[in-house]
């Protein structure tokens, strides 16, 4: 693994290369160290350093002097400026004790955990199909399905929310289009059940395409003569898909599944968008949505830090098992 | 064998039939957003008609829209332009160059450093919100544009996908530039880059939507007059009353001019998509 494979060399050119060792002067061993730095400043600043700072605010409690749920963002900003780092007080588990009886949190978790549990499954399931469809041979103009099922991943996120915040109004085009059909109109924004419904939909909508081409890429690189050792078996087009599909397609399948995963997890745009729309909020609260009324509506900072470093935790455990179940290791 | 073909045809016509439905499943709330944005609001949000063609009420709608006091739509597509296009170029080149060292070089350190920034691809990085905030209050950046091009120009899937495709150039070609007496900065540039356009393209687009599509962070660091589309849009939803008819064109306006770019780079798009994610 360290040491860096070349069977193509030539020897000419291992020759050059000894030669220009020696030219080469000692100062531009720091070359790779040069190309790499910028990158790795910003990644230290900006992405190490507030993964263990989260973790280390999540032992205190550390809140804003404006209390706020009134304030809008932008004063709450300015009152933060005169906010000192000495407002800390240390308070060890405390932060995370009292997530056990938050009952505000046991909702979005079970609010995130429904959404996870009805949307990744569909949106999965309907991705695949597609995917197989499309990569049927008899399927004609297959560049031209696959660009327009693809395109909802480009719009923008709260743009598209607000979409179908608009097209599930009570009045609204969906509720027509049932009416036509006899089905009475449904209260989708006000209601706790049909909200996360609308939510689920504009999730589904806006990233089956996208799962879609992954899978489609999978499918593609599936070798063929694989179909064709099971076709002279005699081998059924279910048998296909069960015995050589799927077990080839496992480790694409199995990152679809971990990044939708972690996606519901980040839900926000739409919940915000959609909920702030309809339905009382807390009857559709994510969890990333509390920890930013937690955060800067609330200003307890300390407390939502735990709550950041919770999620991280759950999250990256389901990745872990996720990956562990799909049992391959070069996922 | 009669048995055989007809089984085939129904076949057949349940994937076409599957492929269309959700072809036109996706479309119409595309196609309606546009319809809708030139109606008024109680034309397309009234329970007794069904808006099929667009009207003649989009200038009117429009501004509406401009005449807003909190929100200034145009700026804020002009501050999403601006802040994806930085992000995008600086990302870019940061992520290349990481991307070219490890693909191209032997240092000490080489594998736990690349895979420590792997690892933070399964966490949940837009996550980092209180922190980054935090660090940015620090710094003097609030309601800067560095406030959210910072951030991610470091962005782990960049560097992955530049050094899986970096591996791709081979070394001969870098020997003999560098016999040709080319700096090593100038290997990279005159040789590397322009070998890997489309994968430089396909990882543009895809930094360039992340950078379009971020809200939390902007929503929390940026003030009204640098509020980037998705918080410009989200200020019209939050309002007492919501004017829907201004919604439909904000968002119309900012759906469309990406979904051009889109179709005009999806391939590069798809390809970035699959080098990224499955590769090795």
Redesign the interface.
């Known amino acids: ?2 040491q ?1 494979h ?1 069977p ?3 020897d000419r ?1 291992r020759y ?2 000894k030669q ?1 060792r020696e030219v080469l002067p000692s100062s ?1 061993r720091g ?6 730095s ?3 400043v ?2 230290s ?7 263990f ?2 973790l280390y ?1 999540s032992f205190f409690r550390f809140e804003g002097v404006s209390n706020s749920t009134i304030l809008w ?2 004063t709450a ?1 300015f009152d ?2 005169l906010v000192g780092i000495s407002d800390l007080t240390f308070v060890g588990l405390d932060n995370y004790l009292r997530l056990l009886s938050d009952s505000l949190f046991h909702q979005a978790m079970y609010n995130t955990v429904f959404i996870l549990l009805v949307q990744v499954p569909i949106m999965v399931g ?1 991705a695949l ?2 995917a197989l ?2 990569n ?1 041979s ?2 004609r103009f297959r560049g031209v ?16 929310a ?6 599930f ?5 969906i ?3 049932l ?1 036509l059909v006899g089905i009475g ?1 449904i209260p989708w924004l006000q209601d706790a059940f049909w909200s996360r419904f609308t939510i689920v939909s504009a999730v589904t ?1 806006r990233w ?3 799962n879609m ?2 899978l489609l ?2 499918l593609q ?1 599936v070798p063929k003569h694989l179909y064709e050792a099971a076709e002279i078996d005699g081998a059924t ?1 279910f048998e296909k898909f069960r015995y050589v599909t799927l077990p080839q397609l496992r ?2 399948l199995l ?1 679809v599944v ?1 990044t939708s995963t ?1 996606g519901t ?2 839900l ?2 739409e919940p ?2 959609i909920s ?2 309809g339905a009382p909020l807390e009857s559709t609260i994510t969890i ?1 949505q509390y ?2 009324q937690t ?2 509506i609330d200003f307890r ?1 300390g407390y ?2 735990a709550l ?1 470093y919770v ?2 935790a759950i ?2 455990t389901l ?2 098992i996720q990956i562990r179940l799909g049992g391959t290791s ?1 996922a | 064998m009669h048995e055989t073909t007809r089984r085939s045809g129904v076949w057949k016509f349940v994937t076409y039939a599957f492929i269309l439905l959700m072809a036109v499943v996706t479309i119409v709330p595309l196609y309606w957003v546009l319809v809708a944005s030139t109606l008024p609001e109680e034309v397309f949000l009234s329970s007794t008609s069904l808006p099929l063609f667009p009207g003649d009420a989009f200038f009117e709608n429009f501004r509406a829209l401009q005449a807003r006091e909190s929100v200034n739509f145009i700026r804020s597509i002009g501050n999403s332009v601006l802040i994806a296009s930085v992000y995008t170029l600086l990302s870019v080149l940061l992520c290349s160059m990481a991307g070219f060292a490890f693909a191209k070089y032997e240092f000490r350190f080489k594998e736990p450093i690349f895979y420590t920034i792997l690892a933070t691809l399964v966490l949940p990085i837009q996550l980092l919100v209180i922190p980054l905030f935090l660090l940015m209050s620090q710094l003097g950046l609030m309601n800067s544009y560095w406030a959210i091009i910072l951030p991610w120009a470091a962005n782990p899937v960049g560097i992955f996908l530049m050094r899986q495709n970096m591996k791709s150039v081979p070394d001969t070609l870098l020997e003999s530039a560098r016999m040709d007496g080319a700096t090593e900065f100038q290997v990279f540039y005159k040789v590397v880059l322009p070998t890997l356009k489309s994968a430089l393209a396909a990882l543009a687009t895809i930094l360039f939507l992340f950078q379009w599509n971020l809200f939390l962070f902007p929503l929390v660091v940026l003030e009204s007059d640098k509020y980037t589309i998705p918080v410009a849009i989200n200020q019209l939803v939050g309002a007492q009353r919501v004017y829907y008819d201004q919604i439909m064109v904000a968002a119309g306006l900012s759906i469309i001019p990406i979904f051009l770019l889109f179709l005009f780079l999806q391939q590069y798009f798809v390809k970035g998509i699959i080098g990224g994610s499955i590769k090795e």
């Not at chain 1, 070359?31 to 790499?36: A, H, N």
């Open positions: 693994m360290s860096r070349e193509n060399l030539s050119i050059r290369r220009l531009d070359v790779p160290y040069l190309f790499l910028p990158f790795f910003l990644f600043v900006f992405l190490a350093f507030p993964i700072y989260t605010l963002i932008e900003i933060y400026r309907l199909a597609l469809a499309l049927a008899f399927v399905f696959r660009t327009i099922i693809a395109l909802p991943v480009s719009a923008n996120l709260v743009a598209y607000t979409v179908f915040l608009v097209l109004q009570e009045t609204g085009l509720n027509y289009a009416g109109p909508w089956t395409g996208y081409i992954i890429a999978g690189n087009r480790p694409v990152f971990v972690i997890f980040k926000f745009a915000v968008t702030q729309g990333v920890i930013y955060a800067f900072l939502a830090s950041t999620l991280i999250v990256s990745s872990l070069d």
